[in-house]
């Protein structure tokens, strides 16, 4: 675990929140409230937004009326986030891998395909377990993930996209066990491209089901959108997993 690990560079670059988050505030509200609507916390419901980013999710959540905690290892992006802390709204620089509150909060959410990215299985299955042990008895949580075989049938092996002055070339392509993404950021502001490569398991709602079980999380729903609709394995773009804590 480190500086050195892709995750922990890429999403601590403002080129990444530039990309992949500028665009789509509506639609993240609208992912969120619908969420809400379908869960039905309780008033006061403690929750936590793991690999929360900038906190984007975690500010409407508290908008909402809940005690939202947002974690992220990107620094960063945590200290950005800390400009919008309220009574009910806090952030922390925290590694999902590594073991935080016991038993405490009602509902844990782990939104974008904020997971994946580590190295070996049993640090996957440290941070669901991470997950699993901060959860009251009973608690829920939303996993939102890739869904792998869309995503194999759909995969784009190259795209430009300019955001102001800088151009990004991404380039797409996959193996038996990971997706994996190349962005070529060309900015007038860097004296050189810089280049960040993602690598994100290929994860199936099998593997989730096997890696929450092991940690007394019952698999509920799965829905396959951000509108919630029914789970399809062939023609759904999402895997959005809603778990229990047995």
């Given at each position: 675990?480190?500086?050195?690990?892709w995750?922990?560079?890429?999403?601590?670059s403002?080129?990444?929140?530039?990309?992949?988050?500028?665009?789509?505030?509506?639609?993240?509200?609208?992912?969120?409230?619908?969420?809400l609507?379908?869960?039905?916390p309780?008033?006061?419901?403690?929750?936590?937004?793991?690999?929360?980013?900038?906190g984007?999710?975690?500010?409407?959540?508290?908008e909402a009326?809940?005690?939202?905690?947002?974690?992220d290892?990107?620094?960063?992006?945590?200290?950005?986030?800390?400009?919008?802390?309220?009574?009910?709204l806090?952030?922390?620089?925290?590694?999902?891998?590594?073991?935080?509150?016991?038993?405490?909060?009602?509902?844990?959410?782990?939104?974008?395909?904020?997971?994946?990215?580590?190295?070996?299985?049993?640090?996957?299955?440290d941070?669901?377990?991470?997950?699993?042990?901060?959860?009251?008895?009973?608690?829920?949580?939303?996993?939102?993930?890739?869904?792998?075989?869309?995503?194999?049938?759909?995969?784009?092996?190259?795209?430009?996209?300019?955001?102001?002055?800088?151009?990004?070339?991404?380039?797409?392509?996959?193996?038996?066990?990971?997706?994996?993404?190349?962005?070529?950021?060309?900015?007038?502001?860097?004296?050189?491209?810089?280049?960040?490569t993602?690598?994100?398991?290929?994860?199936?709602?099998?593997?989730?089901?096997?890696?929450?079980?092991?940690?007394?999380?019952?698999?509920?729903?799965?829905?396959?959108?951000?509108?919630?609709?029914?789970?399809n394995?062939?023609?759904?773009?999402?895997?959005?997993?809603?778990?229990?804590?047995?």
């Amino acid at each position: 675990m480190g500086a050195k690990e892709w995750f922990a560079v890429w999403f601590n670059s403002p080129y990444y929140h530039k990309l992949y988050f500028e665009h789509d505030e509506a639609e993240a509200r609208k992912f969120i409230l619908k969420l809400l609507q379908y869960l039905k916390p309780a008033a006061g419901s403690r929750m936590v937004d793991i690999a929360c980013g900038r906190g984007r999710h975690s500010r409407i959540l508290a908008e909402a009326g809940y005690e939202v905690t947002g974690v992220d290892l990107a620094q960063d992006s945590i200290l950005f986030a800390q400009q919008f802390e309220t009574e009910k709204l806090h952030f922390f620089v925290h590694d999902m891998r590594l073991p935080f509150w016991i038993n405490y909060f009602d509902y844990a959410f782990n939104f974008f395909t904020s997971f994946g990215y580590f190295a070996t299985r049993r640090e996957h299955e440290d941070a669901i377990r991470t997950i699993a042990s901060g959860l009251k008895p009973r608690g829920v949580l939303v996993l939102d993930y890739l869904n792998v075989h869309y995503s194999e049938a759909h995969l784009k092996p190259n795209e430009e996209k300019t955001i102001g002055e800088t151009v990004y070339e991404i380039h797409r392509w996959q193996d038996e066990h990971h997706f994996y993404k190349k962005i070529t950021v060309n900015d007038p502001a860097l004296n050189q491209p810089a280049e960040y490569t993602e690598k994100v398991a290929k994860f199936t709602l099998g593997d989730f089901t096997d890696m929450l079980s092991y940690q007394k999380m019952q698999v509920s729903n799965v829905c396959g959108d951000y509108l919630l609709n029914s789970y399809n394995i062939k023609n759904s773009p999402r895997l959005v997993i809603i778990a229990n804590k047995v």
